[in-house]
């Protein structure tokens, strides 16, 4: 019904900058908040910004300053751009978005990509 792809990992020396895109398809009527969380080796996963339909954000405090969640609405897209990148950083991060179906009857339910890798490392 939903797909959220994620694209713009890799690899980056300290201090460098990566800008990760999430792509939502399908049968989608509206979306309300989508946003970037990170999972590192051993750790929980975690929030790492959100941004609302109307395009207020929110972000972890380890990022402020240094990330930047973006969207736009028409193309069901979302972004992050992260500057100063740290080793900290280093983490699988995963697009989420709360997505309704079809039309305004149908909940909001909340959708995962699949995950994009990103290693901090000199």
């Known amino acids: 019904q939903v797909q959220l792809v994620e694209s713009g990992g890799g690899l980056v020396q300290p201090g460098g900058s990566l800008r990760l895109s999430c792509a939502a398809s399908g049968t989608i009527f509206s979306i309300y908040a989508m946003g970037w969380y990170r999972q590192a080796p051993g750790k929980q996963r975690e929030l790492v910004a959100s941004i609302m339909g109307g395009g207020s954000t929110n972000y972890a405090d380890s990022v402020k300053g240094r990330f930047t969640i973006s969207r736009e609405n028409a193309k069901n897209t979302v972004w992050l751009q992260m500057n100063s990148l740290k080793p900290e950083d280093t983490a699988v991060y995963y697009c989420?978005?709360?997505?309704?179906?079809?039309?305004?009857?149908?909940?909001?339910?909340?959708?995962w990509g699949q995950g994009t890798q990103v290693t901090v490392s000199s």
């Open positions: 989420n978005a709360d997505i309704s179906l079809y039309s305004s009857s149908w909940p909001p339910m909340s959708y």
